[in-house]
């Protein structure tokens, strides 16, 4: 097995612990929020807060890992999920809501350091392997949609004190990452990379495909993080019980991830812009169906429809950014793009639980409307500009 092979498998392996902790806290964060709340209105903000802490974490994440190289770096942002696990479990042992709120921003840290993974894979990949080491990365997450919500149902009423034997399950695949991450072998960042800062970081984002790469990647993950959040509890309300929210999250999670294995042939196939184009038109179905009612099939294909939407943005969006820096610039670049996706994000998990506590599912759908509109026009500029996204791929 090549180099390049060994360290997209074993990102592969860590994206997949990833995702199962993060797929498990989807399924009870907002849940276990609405349990503890003094404010209904304020339920998912245990969400709010792990995204929170990735936007403030993912820039010095990326410039850490500049400093003293991916495997070191990687490996010590898992502490930080280790330690947010830890906390969120005695929150509920404690009954702390706020304790809560600060044992998953504690645990955001982990999550920034972990959305390097495809990063990593693409830094140490050919331009023209690029988008499938992208795209292989990412498939590990679907092993997180098939593991996480099982692994909430299983553990969900483990202890007397509910959901908190399920936030104490995420050590044990936190602990699997680093085992996972002393096996990869990417060269540290060489003397002049780590000296040179480049071009200004605005100069390189003032780059035409730089907006639309970060504009793709922030406004599709805050869309399908919106719509995402408020299932679990839209679902509850309409009579549902927690195994059929759970098991919509995992066919969500499925969708995000599973194209994986053939989004990057896609892209080298047909360009960037079609297959963004393609991403958006799901979006559309998505909200489309779950504005036709509420019953679990309407909510599993919404879903669904929504996680292989969001996987053909970001990828198409991660590969485009791939194309705008130098690698003395990497650190800074994919810092900016990561801390507008995590920026995004907050917005919208926060946005998420008070219009669905307050005006309904309806209203989360139709709110979403307009930033999928946002994205279809900057695509359809891009791919105007004589397609060059599809050379360059």
């Not at 993912?58 to 999920?81: C, D, E, F, I």
């Not at 990452?177 to 970081?201: H, K, M, N």
């Not at 499925?254 to 799901?282: E, H, K, N, W, Y």
Request: hydrophobic residues 55%.
């Amino acid at each position: 097995m090549t180099s390049t092979g060994r360290n997209v498998g074993l990102l592969a392996a860590c994206q997949a612990m990833l995702f199962t902790n993060n797929t498990t806290l989807v399924a009870i964060n907002g849940l276990a929020g609405l349990a503890l709340t003094p404010v209904k209105a304020l339920a998912t903000l245990p969400v709010t807060c792990w995204i929170l802490g990735g936007a403030i974490a993912t820039m010095p994440a990326s410039l850490h890992m500049k400093r003293v190289g991916r495997q070191r770096g990687l490996t010590q942002g898992v502490y930080w999920g280790i330690a947010g696990a830890l906390a969120c479990g005695g929150a509920m042992w404690l009954q702390s809501f706020w304790l809560l709120c600060f044992g998953t921003l504690i645990w955001g840290v982990f999550n920034a350091y972990g959305q390097y993974y495809r990063f990593a894979a693409a830094d140490a990949a050919s331009a023209d392997f690029r988008p499938t080491a992208i795209s292989l990365v990412l498939a590990g997450g679907l092993v997180g949609g098939i593991l996480g919500p099982g692994v909430s149902r299983w553990t969900i009423d483990l202890f007397d004190v509910r959901f908190m034997g399920s936030y104490l399950s995420l050590t044990g695949f936190a602990l699997v990452t680093v085992a996972l991450l002393r096996f990869i072998r990417i060269p540290p960042p060489a003397a002049g990379e780590q000296s040179s800062s480049g071009r200004p970081l605005l100069q390189i984002a003032a780059q035409p495909r730089f907006i639309v790469a970060v504009l793709c990647g922030a406004t599709s993950y805050g869309v399908m993080n919106f719509l995402m959040t408020s299932t679990p509890i839209a679902m509850g309300v309409c009579g549902h019980p927690y195994a059929d929210a759970a098991f919509v999250i995992s066919a969500h999670v499925v969708g995000m991830f599973a194209p994986s294995f053939v989004t990057g042939s896609l892209i080298r196939r047909l360009g960037l812009a079609p297959v963004m184009l393609a991403g958006v038109l799901l979006n559309f179905a998505s909200i489309g169906t779950a504005l036709s009612g509420v019953s679990v099939a309407q909510f599993w294909w919404a879903l669904v429809l929504l996680g292989v939407g969001w996987n053909f943005l970001y990828i198409s969006g991660t590969t485009l950014l791939t194309q705008t820096y130098r690698p003395e610039e990497r650190a800074k670049a994919q810092g900016a793009n990561d801390q507008a996706i995590f920026a995004m994000m907050a917005v919208s998990s926060l946005a998420s639980g008070m219009t669905v506590t307050t005006v309904g599912w309806e209203r989360v759908n139709l709110f979403a409307l307009p930033l999928v509109a946002l994205m279809a026009a900057a695509i359809a500029w891009f791919a105007l500009q004589g397609r060059p996204g599809k050379a360059a791929a």
